[in-house]
């Protein structure tokens, strides 16, 4: 009979405590980003430290934890860095097929797709380089796998702004998406938004006119040495909420990474998108990078990369590396060493 405390005990050890983790991204390399003809301030040979996240997770039991992630960024007009809250939540894991988060948590799809792709630290996925999606968000949050893990789920009701802005609007976002894995490295996803992007707030002298929308689809194989995708997306009004006009915007992407030896690889990716396909329908954004990974150990990633960016069209589209376009054209080239590092 005295058994049975002792190995309670013991799960108790296993499953309580407090774990802290660390993941930086950096960078040194030359930049070259040019719109019509003319350098832009951000051009030039640097280093750049583009995240530096610190994450704590206290795990109280099997149901009950609460976590936080905080990260960084640079404010040019105060000539500082600043510290930030990603995420923040309490979470209740009812059972693997259900899970419940309160606070900013992981989206839907952006997170899920950085997991399938492996590049994350080298450039953004599509939706996330080119913003027409949040990566994490404050609301409520359920996660599950269903189906002996041959199928999961993410569905977020959130304020919309993204995890720097806890801005109330009169109404809440909602993003879902659905995976199925008929074998293991095989995965089929298709995601969904609709909302007013947090700007429909009370008072407001730009009121909410449109609602955003995003519909995702994803194909993607992942294993121990290969990696291929494919992601689409399409949206209506993203930038657009509180315009006149409404728009509309699709793009693709695609990647491949090939391991290819135990501590070496090869990848490329390739992203194509149509920004604002009825009030500006010639603009265009064609973006593709190449590179070289080395894995020395299992926590740090280098890579020696290539990246091109070209946007025409007339117009410009707001990207994570910059504004680039113009009247004409804008160009954006950049080669060096991308690092991450993981603990």
Known sequence: MAAAPVAAAEKEAVTTGTRISGLMFADVTNLDLTNDGVDSPASGTGVDVKRFYIGITHTFDEVWSVHVTTDFNYVSNDNQTQLFIKKAYVQAKLSDALAGRLGSADMPWIPFVEGLYGYRYVEQTITDRLKFANSADWGLHAIGKLARDKLN???????????????????MDVEARIAFMPIKTLTLALGGYTGKLGKDVEGSATPALHTARRVNALVAWADDKLRVGAEYFYAEDWNQVTAVDSDTADGYSGWA???????????????????????????????????????????????????????????T????????????????????IWVRVAF
């Open 153 to 171: 789920y993410s569905v977020s009701v959130v304020n919309g702004a993204g995890y720097k802005n806890t801005t109330r609007s009169s109404s």
């Open 317 to 336: 589209v707001n990207t994570s590396n910059g504004v680039i376009g113009g009247l004409d054209e804008g160009t954006y080239r950049e080669f060096g």
């Open 257 to 315: 990474s090939y391991d290819f030896a135990p501590k070496w690889g090869v990848f490329t990716g390739v992203q194509v998108a149509k920004t604002s396909k009825d009030l500006n329908p010639d603009l265009e954004d064609r973006y593709f990078n190449v590179g070289v990974a080395h894995h020395p150990r299992e926590n740090i990633d280098l890579a020696l990369v290539y990246k091109d960016e070209r946007v025409d069209g007339g117009g």
